[in-house]
Nanobody, 126 residues
Framework: QVQLVESGGGLVQAGGSLRLSCATS????????MGWFRQAPGKEREFVAA????????YCADSVKGRFTISRDNAKNTVYLQMNSLKPEDTAVYYC???????????????????WGQGTQVTVSS
């Protein structure tokens, strides 16, 4: 079992920055990939970014590429999402997720992730 707890959300003006954190605990291992997803009211859950255990492979959605960066500190059991140049359309609840994987291929489909955090609200005002 893997437990995930997000933090760092809040209210920010357009053009501002936030850094989300996801603290992991439980049966984490070198075979867990981590992902960030978001869901705005009335919309489907959307992939944002993913990272392999080693941190060598990352992938971001086109909508956030160049603005968001995913990283991890395995010594601290924490995954981060640095969000810069925020836009009002980035407003959503952001979720951290984990999936067990034996390969370096990153997955973007939310239903392939087994463990989820409770989410943290990000609101970007115009």
């Amino acid at each position: 079992q893997v437990q995930l707890v997000e933090s760092g959300g809040g209210l920010v003006q357009a053009g501002g920055s936030l850094r989300l954190s996801c603290a992991t605990s439980g049966r984490t291992s070198s075979s867990y990939h981590m992902g960030w997803f978001r869901q705005a009211p009335g919309k489907e859950r959307e992939f944002v970014a993913a990272i392999t255990w080693s941190g060598r492979n990352t992938y971001c959605a086109d909508s956030v590429k160049g603005r968001f960066t995913i990283s991890r500190d395995n010594a601290k059991n924490t995954v981060y999402l640095q969000m810069n140049s925020l836009k009002p359309e980035d407003t959503a609840v952001y979720y951290c997720a984990a999936r067990y994987s034996g390969s370096a291929i990153l997955i973007t489909q939310f239903d392939q992730y087994s463990y989820w955090g409770q989410g943290t609200q990000v609101t970007v005002s115009s």
